[in-house]
């Protein structure tokens, strides 16, 4: 599923007009971007969390050159889904 496919399903179930469900669907996904800019967990009860995790810095080669080069620490989102996610999706 897309963008465009879950602002469609917005506006199926809610009754919203497609603009409305656009602006709905854009401003959730810039709270939940804010929420992980800020370092902070955004939490979905019964669906899932996104929080952020810190990789550290370390050595690896260039594929093509076999070169040592350095990849620098950067911060990484993840994503654990809640156990009644896991249930509904594998019955």
Do not use: H, W, Y
């Not at 399903?9 to 602006?23: C, I, M, N």
């Not at 009860?45 to 996104?50: E, Q, S």
């Not at 050159?65 to 350095?70: A, P, R, S, V």
């Not at 989102?77 to 249930?87: A, D, I, N, R, Y």
């Amino acid at each position: 599923m897309n963008k465009a496919q879950l602002v469609d399903a917005v506006a199926e179930t809610s009754g919203l007009t497609k603009k409305d469900s656009t602006k709905a669907v854009e401003a959730v996904l810039a709270a939940i971007s804010n929420a992980l800019c800020k370092k902070e967990e955004v939490t979905f009860v019964g669906f899932g969390r996104f929080k952020i995790s810190k990789r550290a810095a370390r050595d690896g080669r260039n594929p093509k050159t076999g070169e040592k080069i350095k990849i620098p620490a950067r911060n990484k989102v993840l994503f654990s889904s809640s156990k009644e996610l896991q249930t509904l999706i594998n019955k």
